[in-house]
């Protein structure tokens, strides 16, 4: 009887604990996009993390007892219970408040079966070829459940090769239903959005513009890949939009030709061109050139809306039959439709706009100069429905911050600035740069710092937290190892090494400003990064 007692509580720890590990696999694997070849990177540069645990070692060295011994029933169940003990603890895979939590999709729901098909069959053939090989009940059932535990991460990798035709199938189907729905609209006209930064905001700036005349259908959040483009027209498009407003969002080439087989433009908006997702293209000039490709989807006769104040942006060139308006936020003569007179403080911005008909003062409550360029991005989208200027300021006037991008907010006192959402080296500095603004109280950063910058992340970090040491009082790091090169910047340009703190999640930074901060105190949260890039405990 203690003998199967201690089995059910040895077998069931360790299926607990590899159950767990298979849906932390598969909540990576989703927030890698389901791409097998970048959750494989992902799960090697974490091999001593993710991959394998100190708990593995002493189950290791459990098994070789249980294969070696010779032990009693007494004995087994003794080496059980240690099994038990050792596989009980899961915390790395216990994240109680992950920062994008695990979609049930259908997808996800394949995969997971198919995971879990998988491991039943690693256990069975662990088993099978123990006890060929001689082991003990006891040394065949706990190899099985090591492998299992051990193996977890890569069933889903093979999980997720294995279901590739499946989803190759299914997307292609759906893709298929979007294109047909959108075929027989020509009365719809389509506004594509890309740019390295800024495409979320200019989106919803479009969508409050062109909604004061007609109906407008936008994808939400950050719905910008294939799938998320399809599912928007398959289940929201109605017969009554009569325009839609897509980001297209790129991490690899050939991105932007795949978004365009689905939705063709009438007018393509180019927000900027930078450094994020530089580690998947490779370099600044095949950003450029994969963002630029957009232009070359415009249907006949379409519109073209380029930043005037990005080089590379300014330079592209539109095919023949696509005309081409220029904006600018720094008052450039040559520009299209431009901002000047421009004034902002820790309530919103003052500016004025001209275009070659009117001249018109504008104000928004949205904080940071790079604001004025994302709405004259819209405007210029509202120009070409046919929208004046005048008619388009009190949309402007009513425009709230997008969630986590530079939005303020005020909780017991305490200033809170949230420009939590995806990083840059142009938006951070624009949101220390408010930050500095606000006077009265301390202003403190909290951040991981940024990623997907490839070869440019270490010095970009560095080179930030040089921009940052003259314009705050204190800085809290999230993850010491990714943010050490922000912690040298800071102190190259002076800032005491009192005033950084460096902590291991964004929970324990909570705790900290909880002890440090009070009203009158402002925080800014300046990037949280996906759940794939958090440091291992």
């Not at 035709?165 to 299914?170: A, K």
């Not at 001249?359 to 100069?369: D, K, P, W």
């Not at 921009?467 to 790091?477: C, G, N, Y």
Request: proline share 4%; glycine share 8%; hydrophobic share 45%.
């Amino acid at each position: 009887m203690m003998l199967v007692l201690a089995w059910i509580l040895a077998g069931g720890f360790a299926l607990w604990r590899a159950g767990r590990r298979l849906r932390f696999s598969l909540h990576m694997l989703q927030l890698e996009g389901y791409k097998t070849d970048e959750y494989l990177t992902w799960l090697h540069a974490r091999l001593l993390d993710v991959g394998v645990r100190v708990s593995h070692g002493i189950g290791v060295a459990l098994v070789a007892v249980a294969w070696f011994a010779g032990l009693d029933d007494g004995g087994g169940a003794l080496v059980l219970v240690a099994w038990a003990m050792a596989f009980a603890s899961s915390r790395r895979y216990r994240r109680d408040r992950p920062k994008k939590p695990l979609a049930a999709t259908p997808r996800l729901k394949r995969l997971a079966v198919t995971s879990v098909f998988a491991s039943l069959l690693v256990a069975a053939a662990s088993a099978l070829a123990s006890t060929a090989l001689g082991a003990s009940g006891l040394a065949a059932g706990l190899t099985s459940l090591l492998m299992v535990d051990v193996l977890a991460p890569w069933m889903t990798w093979l999980a997720g090769i294995a279901m590739k035709p499946v989803e190759r199938r299914n997307h292609n189907a759906f893709i298929r239903s979007a294109r047909a729905k959108l075929a027989v609209r020509p009365d719809l006209s389509i506004v594509g959005i890309t740019g390295s930064y800024g495409k979320t905001s200019v989106k919803f700036a479009v969508r409050e513009i062109l909604s004061q005349r007609f109906p407008v259908l936008a994808t939400p959040g950050s719905y910008n890949t294939p799938m998320g483009i399809c599912r928007v027209v398959n289940d929201q498009l109605g017969d009554d939009h009569r325009w839609l407003v897509l980001e297209m969002g790129i991490r690899h080439p050939g991105d932007m030709a795949e978004l365009c087989a689905i939705a063709q433009p009438d007018v393509a908006v180019i927000t900027s061109v930078g450094m994020a997702h530089l580690e998947t293209m490779g370099s600044i000039e095949r950003i450029a050139d994969e963002k630029g490709s957009l232009l070359s989807f415009i249907r006949p006769g379409g519109l073209a809306i380029l930043n005037g104040d990005d080089e590379r942006v300014r330079t592209m060139r539109a095919p023949d039959g696509i005309r081409t308006k220029l904006v600018s936020a720094r008052g450039t003569a040559t520009a299209d439709l431009r901002a000047t007179d421009v004034l902002y403080d820790t309530n919103g911005v003052h500016f004025t706009v001209s275009d070659e008909m009117e001249q018109v003062s504008f104000t928004a409550r949205l904080l940071g100069e790079h604001n004025i360029l994302n709405i004259l991005l819209a405007l210029a989208v509202g120009r070409e429905a046919g929208l004046s200027l005048r008619q388009m300021r009190h949309a402007v006037a009513r425009m709230q911050p997008v969630a986590h991008r530079l939005e303020l907010r005020v909780e017991n006192g305490l200033n809170i600035l949230d420009d939590a959402f995806n990083s840059n080296p142009v938006g951070a500095r624009s949101a220390v740069d408010v930050l500095s603004r606000f006077s009265g109280g301390q202003r403190i950063v909290v951040t991981p710092g940024m990623v997907e910058l490839g070869e440019r992340e270490t010095e970009e970090n560095r080179a930030w937290g040089r921009f940052m040491a003259s314009r705050v009082d204190h800085v809290v790091l999230v993850g010491p190892e990714r943010t050490r090169p922000i912690a040298e910047g800071l102190v190259e340009e002076g800032l005491d090494r009192d005033r950084i703190e460096v902590v291991r999640t964004l929970y324990d930074a909570r705790d900290w400003l909880r002890s440090h901060t009070g009203p009158g105190d402002t925080v800014l949260y300046e990037n949280d990064l996906p759940d794939q890039y958090t440091e291992g405990t």
